[in-house]
Nanobody, 120 residues
Framework: QVQLVESGGGEVRAGGSLSVSCAAS????????MAWYRQAPGKQRELVAA???????NYADAVKGRFTISRDNAKNTLYLQMNGLKPEDTAVYYC??????????????WGQGTQVTVSS
């Protein structure tokens, strides 16, 4: 059974920094694209950043220049470094991964979410 377990997050004042990580565990053949999403109260879940297995990244305009996504393929772990945090970054952050759980068979998996709160 494949699981994504997030850690990190918490509360910080505006302008501060936080990091979150997401470790994949279980039995699988490989991990393709990994991503961070977030969902603020009363809003739809939105893509924050994504990274391919080869390291190509893309970011939502709202976080460009402030957030950095990275991954360690050897550790099956995804990271998000968040700098210059703003109150509008407050949300539950979820990791997602496209995982090959059987030969040439992929599925999307989600973490349980971790709260990030930015106070003004």
């Amino acid at each position: 059974q494949v699981q994504l377990v997030e850690s990190g997050g918490g509360e910080v004042r505006a302008g501060g920094s936080l990091s979150v990580s997401c470790a994949a565990s279980g039995s699988f053949f490989g991990i393709d694209t990994m991503a961070w999403y977030r969902q603020a109260p009363g809003k739809q879940r939105e893509l924050v950043a994504a990274i391919t297995r080869s390291g190509r990244t893309n970011y939502a305009d709202a976080v460009k220049g402030r957030f950095t996504i990275s991954r360690d393929n050897a550790k099956n772990t995804l990271y998000l470094q968040m700098n210059g945090l703003k109150p509008e970054d407050t949300a539950v952050y979820y990791c997602a991964a496209d995982i090959e759980y059987a030969p040439s068979v992929n599925a999307d998996y989600w973490g349980q979410g971790t709260q990030v709160t930015v106070s003004s």
